[in-house]
């Protein structure tokens, strides 16, 4: 604060602390709408089985056409999908002799 005080009104410096939420409903609509679209097509979503496609598609769907905020349960969405395709999707490691995975070893 004090490096910043010569720069910022006095209220600002004075002021309380105050939380910062990313703008995820916006970026939602706007620039990560095609990476929603793609990790939450129905077909992606049918095929890792935990969610109901024609739910998630709705959600995006009210999101996008501003009808409500589903900013939280989408993001969540979304970061599950980015999780499920790094980690759960992935093949098994081969051990180093080549027999078995090393998730089955461990």
């Known amino acids: 604060r004090a490096a910043a005080a010569p720069l910022l009104p006095g209220a600002i410096v004075r002021g309380a602390k105050r939380g910062f939420c990313e703008p995820a409903a916006a ?3 706007g ?16 095929e ?3 969610f109901a496609p024609a739910v998630v598609t709705a ?3 009210r999101h996008v056409a ?3 905020d589903l900013s939280r349960p989408l993001w969540a969405l979304v970061a ?5 395709d790094s980690h759960a999707a992935a093949p098994a490691p ?3 002799d ?3 995975s090393v998730r089955a070893a461990a």
Do not use: K
């Not at 620039?31 to 049918?46: D, F, S």
């Not at 599950?80 to 499920?84: E, K, M, Q, S, V």
């Open 94 to 96: 081969v051990a180093a």
């Open 98 to 100: 080549g027999v078995g």
């Open 48 to 50: 890792q089985g935990f």
């Open 59 to 61: 959600l995006l769907e």
């Open 31 to 46: 620039p990560l709408l095609p990476l929603a679209r793609e990790l939450l097509a129905p077909e992606r979503v049918r």
């Open 66 to 68: 501003r009808r409500e």
């Open 80 to 84: 599950f999908g980015l999780w499920h």
């Open 27 to 29: 970026w939602l609509r």
